[in-house]
């Protein structure tokens, strides 16, 4: 069973920065892909970025600019640099995981992904 840690949330006013961490365990993993969501309360969760095993990133427009998908294999880590935060932002962020590839389309949808975090809630004030 794969595991998956998110850490590194908190409170920071706008255009601050935070880097969320998710480390990853478990018995069988290696995910061909990882991915960071948010779910703002009273909203649906969306996707924010992706990263595959060969490095591929993509973003949402939202986010496009400030925020750096990457992934640290010696230590199962995948991370989310967020700068110049907005109170937009502002939502709990899970980490998900998944054994195959996406496409543009495919990496935004929930059901493509086999594994959750519990998520790390991150508040940016105006």
């Known amino acids: 069973q794969v595991q998956l840690v998110e850490s590194g949330g908190g409170s920071v006013e706008a255009g601050g920065s935070l880097r969320l961490a998710c480390v990853a365990s478990?018995?069988?993993?290696?995910?061909?892909?990882m991915a960071w969501f948010r779910q703002a309360p009273g909203k649906e969760r969306e996707g924010v970025a992706t990263?595959?095993?060969?490095?591929?990133?993509r973003y949402a427009d939202s986010v496009k600019g400030r925020f750096t998908i990457s992934q640290d294999n010696t230590k199962n880590t995948l991370y989310l640099q967020m700068n110049s935060l907005k109170p937009e932002d502002t939502a709990m962020y899970y980490c998900?995981?998944?054994?195959?590839?996406?496409?543009?389309?495919?990496?935004?949808?929930?059901?493509?992904?086999?594994?959750w975090g519990q998520g790390t809630q991150v508040t940016v004030s105006s």
């Open positions: 998900a995981a998944d054994y195959f590839e996406k496409d543009d389309g495919s990496w935004l949808q929930l059901d493509e992904y086999n594994h």
């Open positions: 478990g018995h069988g993993y290696g995910s061909s892909c």
């Open positions: 990263i595959d095993s060969s490095g591929t990133t």
